[in-house]
């Protein structure tokens, strides 16, 4: 497999102020020349109204952010907020041109410097004895903190892919893509150093069937005061594994799907794509590197330019599936930061909600209602399916 250019694997960054205040980095391999030109726009500071509760029964943290509410949605393509700035258009990118940008969301639904959600304002951690495993973070139970809400601290930045308006992730070259995986590096290592953030969260949606509300190609970066519902349980799976076997729950699944074979998309020197045995969405599939590592940082240079030409092929064969390019959700799933990450995998989920032309996977009555999947498409045929589309 041609594993790229390892030294695209490294771009610089180049950070510079927004006019009201938040942050924007330029990524890629000419960093200083976009710097030059301000943000030439009249921006008072967002008001942010957000908050974290924590739902007892279910265990899990809720945001509720009613400013979003105003965000802005599916503008006219001539006023995109995420293409280069013009002459007649100020946009969120200053520069008339760029390769990746990542910048702080005007709207976020987590804003600011704060404890970890649950802890005390100084940040050490309050009671966390109470029904927890190592890796949880909630409040002390009692009848007096059931209603609580703590301030939802992190931050939500936004990453343009590129700066065409019309293009997709799956159009960039392997040299481009390695710029985004050099962005997301620097932000999951970055965000993570930054006080009371729990986990960092890379994604992209695409396709207004997800819910996306700009056409632009990008994605978006969480940083959680949290560690989340679906994080919190893997760990908790890996545990109880690793309590009952003394071994990996990833090494040894990974291992299983390798030998079993027949969920397995593409395997190259240092990942592996496969649909998962019990895969929950009609086209899924989940991207590990061979050798477990807890984050993106952590990832050498051979194995950051493998992905970016492995990734590429995936989302090539996505865009074959129906008649038309596949929406997706693509996720990164990283060791949370501070607690409980010493057994976990990263690893990528992509997965569209597309079942055929036409039809889309809703999460009705059963799924939502319950949480309990029901997949119309058998995993072995999803995955000689997305083989044969290569
Ligand atoms: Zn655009």
Known sequence: ?????????????????????RTL????????RPADYPDRRRLDPAV?????????????????????????????????????????????????????????????????DGPAA?????????????????????????????????????????VCFSQHHTASFADLSPA?????????????????????????????????????????????IYAYPYITPRTDRMLRSCAGYRHETGRNLFD???????????????????????????AHWPYEVHLYPRRRVPGLPALDDAARAEFCELYLDLLRRFDRLFDQPAPYISAWHQAPVRRGGTDFALHLELFTVRRAPGRLKYLAGSESGMGAFANDVAPEAAAARLRQLG
């Open 48 to 112: 942010i109204r957000s908050e974290v509760r924590f739902d007892w029964l279910l265990g899990e943290w809720v945001v509720i952010a009613s400013h979003r509410q105003d965000r802005t949605f599916q503008p006219a393509d001539n006023q995109c907020p995420l293409c280069p700035s013009t002459a007649d258009n100020c946009t969120e990118i200053p520069a008339p041109e760029y390769e990746v940008v990542v910048f702080e969301n005007r709207f976020p639904t987590l804003n600011g």
């Open 252 to 278: 040894d699944l990974l291992a299983a799907e390798l030998e079993d074979s027949a969920r397995i998309v593409l395997a190259g020197n240092h990942w592996i794509a496969l649909v998962p045995h019990a």
């Open 25 to 32: 980095m330029y990524f890629g391999a000419i960093p200083g």
């Open 1 to 21: 497999m041609n594993r790229g250019d390892p030294r695209a694997s490294r771009a610089s960054k180049t950070a510079v102020a927004l006019a009201d205040g």
């Open 118 to 158: 649950g802890n005390a304002p100084d940040g050490t951690e309050k009671d966390l004895s109470i029904g927890t495993t190592a890796s949880g973070s909630r409040p002390s139970a009692g009848r007096g903190s059931l209603l609580g809400a703590w301030p939802a601290a992190g931050r939500c930045e936004v």
């Open 176 to 220: 481009q893509a390695a710029t985004v995986m050099s962005a997301w590096v620097d932000r999951s290592a970055e965000l993570a150093r930054q006080p009371g953030v729990e986990q960092v969260y890379c994604f992209e949606n695409r396709g207004a069937e997800i819910g996306v509300t700009l056409s632009h190609p990008h994605g978006q």
